[in-house]
């Protein structure tokens, strides 16, 4: 008897081990896809040895590797001849742009308004000359093209998913419907085609009429490189000057990078944390400089200067130099001169204008279902309209920019600290930025490898403070 009860003790408790394993896989599957997927504010991208880097593999829809299919020149891959048309969109509509998350139409609250009817993660934002916009998506990892409504993939393909449905997405340079991107973040025109960062692969690619190819730049710096030319750090932020001139956010390597319209790359700085958004505007370029938490600009002449922000992680309007942000990843300049930025980790969209920083739309937490951004990114400015992509929310809000005062006095920003070695009545700043800590590089900038990482970035308490004199001081010799 003993021996029948010591039996179906076991056999009892065998089922419960088995029901206890089974457990956790049923709660995870339960769970399903998560409804929004955030991304890190940067990917570790491992070194790179010098001269010795391949470009990643290319994957095919199935998971195969597979050869990427790259037309060689001398400057850039997959050049085709003069006078080639310009892209146009002929892509099938995707299934995803039934699934919109919010409809399009103003918000009575908020006075903003979904542009993009897919389910995405937009992160960066175009307009083109036939009313459409062209919006990154980094969870699809595709190229969306809106119109009247509607979205269409404009370049990439299908990729295998992840665990939870995420596409993986790949590197391949093919047609536009066969190419793979891995995370492509900001999107300008270039050449005769669109130039993509593509952050995750280390590249710019470039979308052209019939194919999207690489840019092949080369440099005569000490810089990694490969066949496919000079070796990125997470590329982020893009900005075309008017001569053509690509402007890149080389983000791990915490500088700038210029590539000519034939081929050639020179580094224009080195001296900034974690640059991110750009903005060409009036012979200047505009950085969202993430890793300081503020904002800069380098004139024709050169030379860095701070616009708004001391460098503290923080919450405050104000004067530009005792104005503080959090991560601000997006930029945007009007024809006046008004600055608007994507303070990402404040959820916020702030606005620098007459020397002063002030606040259109910050998320109240307590507020979940507010129709505010809530990791805005890219951004842009079109027709008296500010457009945010927000990859957080899945959304690209627009803002009337008629209403920015109204907004600005209705916003409550979140209250921080004001740094203790501001004066307690801060003087009346001037328009004129303050001059950076450190000179922009030369062309013989050190290599990429030698270039600080994201963790050796410096304490916001150790970064100097914005001036508040009228005139910047002149800057040391380049």
Request: with cysteine; net charge negative.
């Amino acid at each position: 008897m003993s021996t029948r009860k010591n039996a179906l003790l076991c056999a009892a408790l065998a089922v419960l081990l088995l029901a206890g394993a089974a457990w956790p896989t049923a709660a995870l599957a339960a769970q399903g896809e998560p409804d929004v997927t955030e991304s890190p504010l940067f990917v570790a991208v491992p070194a790179a040895d010098e001269g010795t880097t391949p470009p990643p593999a290319a994957v095919d829809p199935a998971g195969q590797m597979t050869d990427a299919a790259v037309t060689e020149s001398p400057q850039f891959t997959g050049a085709p001849d003069a006078g080639a048309a310009a892209p146009a969109a002929d892509a099938a509509v995707s299934p995803a742009a039934s699934d919109s998350p919010a409809a399009a139409g103003e918000s009575e609250q908020t006075g903003t308004a979904s542009a993009v009817d897919a389910m995405c993660e937009p992160c960066g934002i175009l307009a083109l000359d036939d009313g459409s916009l062209l919006v990154t998506d980094a969870y699809n990892k595709v190229v969306w093209q809106v119109k009247d409504g509607v979205s269409q993939v404009y370049a990439g393909a299908e990729t295998v998913q992840d665990l939870y449905g995420e596409p993986l997405g790949g590197y391949n340079d093919a047609e536009r419907d066969k190419s793979f991107f891995k995370l492509p973040w900001a999107v300008v025109p270039f050449l005769d085609g669109y130039a993509v960062s593509d952050a995750d692969n280390n590249a710019v690619r470039l979308i052209r009429d019939d194919a999207v190819s690489t840019v092949n730049a080369g440099t005569l710096e000490r810089l990694t490189t490969t066949e496919m030319g000079v070796v990125f750090q997470h590329p982020t932020g893009l900005a075309v000057d008017g001569d053509g001139n690509l402007y890149v956010a080389d983000t791990l390597a915490n500088a700038i990078r210029k590539i000519d319209t034939e081929g050639q790359l020179t580094t224009v700085t080195t001296v900034l944390t974690g640059p991110t958004g750009l903005c060409w505007k009036d012979d200047t370029l505009y950085v969202a400089e993430t890793g300081a938490n503020r904002i800069v600009r380098i004139g024709a002449d050169g030379r860095v200067m701070v616009l708004a922000g001391g460098g503290q992680d923080g919450m405050n309007d104000g004067p530009s130099a005792l104005a503080s942000f959090s991560s601000p990843q997006g930029i945007a300049v009007d024809d006046d001169g008004t600055v608007y930025v994507a303070d990402t980790a404040n959820s916020a969209i702030r606005r620098i204008k007459n020397g002063v920083v002030d606040t259109l739309l910050v998320r109240d937490m307590g507020e979940l279902t507010a129709d505010v951004p809530v990791s805005p990114t890219g951004m842009m400015i079109l027709d008296g309209k500010l457009y945010v992509c927000d990859s957080f929310a899945r959304k690209v809000f627009t803002i009337d920019l008629k209403q920015a005062d109204a907004l600005a006095a209705a916003a409550v920003p979140t209250a921080s600290a004001v740094p203790a070695a501001a004066p307690a009545a801060a003087p009346e700043s001037s328009a004129e930025p303050a001059e950076a800590p450190a000179a922009v590089a030369s062309s013989d900038a050190p290599a990429a490898s030698d270039a600080p990482a994201a963790s050796d970035v410096p304490a916001a308490s150790d970064v100097p403070q914005a001036s508040t004199e009228p005139e910047p001081t002149d800057a040391p010799e380049a």
